[in-house]
C-alpha cells in the first residue's frame, strides 16, 4: 500500500497562486509516476498534470498549461504543483495520484483514472472572483 497525503489548499483570490504538496509513503516502488486530478462540484474527477518518475516527461491539461507547474522530488517521495494565475473555474478538490506503471505513461493514456493504483484523500482549493 501506498499513503499519499496533501496539503497546500486553500482560498484565494482570482490571479492568485498556490503550492499543492504530496508526500507517499509506505511500499516503495523502483519507478512511479505522480500527478494531480481535481473535481468540481457535480462533476467528473478530471486529469490536470503527471510527471514521470524521471521529471523528463511532463502532462498537462490545457486548461492549466502555462499556469500549473509541476514537479518532484525523488529523495522526498514528494510531487508539488504550482498553480498561478488561479481562475474560479479553477476551484474544485485536488486529488494526488501514483501510479506504479509509469513506463507505460503517455500522452494518450495519462487521463484515465483507471491508470492510477492509488489517491490521497483531497484538498480543496477555492479561487474567489
Known amino acids: 500500500q501506498v499513503q499519499l497525503v496533501e496539503s497546500g489548499g486553500g482560498l484565494v483570490q482570482a490571479g492568485g497562486s498556490l503550492r499543492l504538496s504530496c508526500a507517499a509513503s509506505g511500499r516503495t516502488f523502483s519507478a512511479y509516476a505522480m500527478g494531480w486530478f481535481r473535481q468540481a462540484p457535480g462533476k467528473e474527477r478530471e486529469f490536470v498534470v503527471t510527471i514521470s518518475w524521471s521529471g523528463s516527461s511532463t502532462y498537462y491539461a490545457d486548461s492549466v498549461k502555462g499556469r500549473f507547474t509541476i514537479s518532484r522530488d525523488n529523495a522526498k517521495n514528494a510531487v508539488y504543483l504550482q498553480m498561478n494565475s488561479l481562475k474560479p473555474e479553477d476551484t474544485a478538490v485536488y486529488y494526488c495520484?501514483?501510479?506504479?506503471?509509469?513506463?507505460?505513461?503517455?500522452?494518450?493514456?495519462?487521463?484515465?483514472?483507471?491508470?492510477?493504483?492509488?489517491w490521497g484523500q483531497g484538498t480543496q482549493v477555492t479561487v474567489s472572483s
Open positions: 495520484a501514483f501510479t506504479s506503471r509509469s513506463h507505460l505513461i503517455n500522452s494518450k493514456n495519462v487521463y484515465y483514472t483507471a491508470l492510477y493504483d492509488y
